[in-house]
């Protein structure tokens, strides 16, 4: 790829941030990978033309035009967008057009770099001369990831509905994958379900998701969890149950944390990773949590602009927590009633961790405290072993590590930190095979304590 001059910095207030995605190709980057493809099915569902780009094939491109400082998974979304666009400009000819499509990179207020991709990534494409009409389409967590300003206001509420249960569906699956692979009856038998499973349910949000008829959807859900429970062998005995924390892109995405859990599977873990649903859900928690502070400072001062101000964000903040709360229970319960599935932590019971036990504090913000508590949720609920997974440099999870492994070796449970880059690690498999060993040691520790 050839690149000429930026031409102004213009580009980054003019060329980020939420554009109208009617007649536009709409370009989702990998990160979880279930949970893109329903993402973008959802979309579709509205008339919106998303796509999910291949990840890692343009990984060469992202660390050329990276530094080697930035984020490991700021490297992997350049190198996606650039290679997808490279592709298409190879198949297009002359009829490519960048002013076709919106690239989503969404961000979040800090305090860390998530805020910075994107324009980062503006940069870079303003620097292609046939590349400028790229939109890089941002959704923020300082609004909760409001979707207004994408689609036509009356339907905006509508898709994030949809956006939000598609990502509790990817959640769900993912956790029925956890659950079966380690016992399923033929190797591979358990990959090859949930791959058709995320397309049942991919056809089924686009048909299903802009009516909001979920009831439809989870009846599909039911049927493939009936038939996911007939993977498992009964014949195989439990494992040691290995939580996992940490940065949600490398956490999530596979190929960028070079298939943790299957490795973790492989030396004897049954694995669950914290969900994407529980971010979604913080960043409503955490503007409700600031709204009703600045309603109370307004309340102290008598000032009525800044209460009626931080009266509507706490109805709006407070609404959206409602509504996803109230979805996800009303997931898990029904999903729980055919298979005991992992539950998923709750927002203020988290932040609850945290204040009893003085370990952090929510005010701080970041993934950090979500991992710290969760963590200690782990712990509490008896897991054998818990994995710290964060990008190399990752400014939350060294966070988190500092204050995770004094506390976990005090409650003598097993914990491993495992930063990635685009390097491999040799000692890497060493290192998961001792931590589980060690989470066996503590999962008979505890068989035999029960048995007494
Ligand atoms: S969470 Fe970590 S990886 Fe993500 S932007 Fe912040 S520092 Fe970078």
């Known amino acids: 790829m050839e690149s000429g001059k930026i031409i102004d910095f213009q580009s980054l207030t003019e060329n980020v941030g939420r554009f109208d995605l009617r007649n536009k190709v709409f370009l989702i980057p990998q990160m979880h990978r279930i949970g893109v ?28 035009y990276t530094s080697g400082k930035e984020c490991y ?29 919106v690239f989503f990179m969404p961000e979040s207020g800090g305090p860390c770099r998530f805020g910075m991709y994107n324009k980062y990534q503006r940069i870079i494409l303003d620097s292609f001369s046939d590349l400028r009409g790229v939109k890089i389409g941002s959704l923020t967590s300082r609004d909760g990831y409001s979707l207004e ?58 048909k299903y998701g802009a009516k909001k008829d979920f009831d439809k959807i989870f009846d599909k859900l039911e049927e493939i969890i009936n038939e996911g429970k007939k993977i498992i062998d009964p014949e195989v005995p439990s494992k040691p149950l290995i939580g996992i924390v940490g940065e949600i892109y490398v956490r999530t995405h596979v190929q960028a944390n070079q298939d943790l ?9 049954e694995v669950i990773n914290a969900s994407v649903a529980e971010w979604i859900n913080y960043t409503a928690y955490d503007r409700f949590r600031e709204a009703k502070a600045g ?29 996803q709360e109230f979805r996800q229970n009303q997931a898990y319960k029904r999903v729980r ?5 992992a539950k998923d932590h709750k927002l203020a019971c988290l932040d609850n961790i945290l204040k009893e036990k003085d370990l952090f504090c929510f005010d701080v913000g970041t993934e950090a405290c979500l991992s710290i508590a969760g963590i ?59 931590f589980m060993y060690q989470a066996y040691q503590h999962f008979e520790r505890n068989r035999r304590k029960k048995r007494v």
Request: charged share 30%; glycine share 10%.
């Open 37 to 64: 493809h329903l993402l973008a099915a959802a979309f579709r569902g509205f008339g919106i033309n998303a796509r999910v780009m291949d990840t890692c094939k343009g990984l060469d491109l992202g660390k050329e």
């Open 295 to 323: 309603f109370r400072f307004g309340l102290k001062q008598l000032r009525p602009g800044p209460m009626k101000y931080y009266l509507k964000r706490i109805v709006g903040f407070g609404g959206d927590l409602f509504y």
């Open 261 to 269: 859990i299957r490795l973790l599977e492989k030396y004897g873990a």
């Open 73 to 101: 998974p700021c490297q992997i979304t350049t190198g996606d967008i650039l290679y997808f666009l490279e592709k298409e400009r190879e198949r297009l000819g002359e009829g490519f057009n960048s002013e076709n499509y």
């Open 376 to 434: 200690v949720e782990y712990a509490r609920e008896g897991y054998n072993g818990v994995v710290n997974v964060y990008p190399f440099t990752c400014m939350p999870s060294t966070i988190t590590t500092a204050i995770a492994k004094p506390l976990m070796n005090k409650l003598r449970i097993p914990y491993l930190d495992a930063p990635y880059d685009s390097s491999f690690q040799p000692g890497r498999e060493a290192a998961v095979r001792t």
């Open 337 to 341: 009633s055919l298979i005991g599935l």
């Open 149 to 206: 300003g994408i689609i036509e206001k009356r339907r905006a509420r509508d898709l994030r509905k949809a956006g939000y249960f598609s990502i509790l569906l990817s959640d769900i699956l993912d956790r029925l994958l956890w659950k079966i692979r380690p016992y399923e009856k033929r190797t591979g038998m358990a990959d090859e379900f949930i791959e058709r499973a995320m397309q049942i349910m991919e056809d089924s949000l686009e």
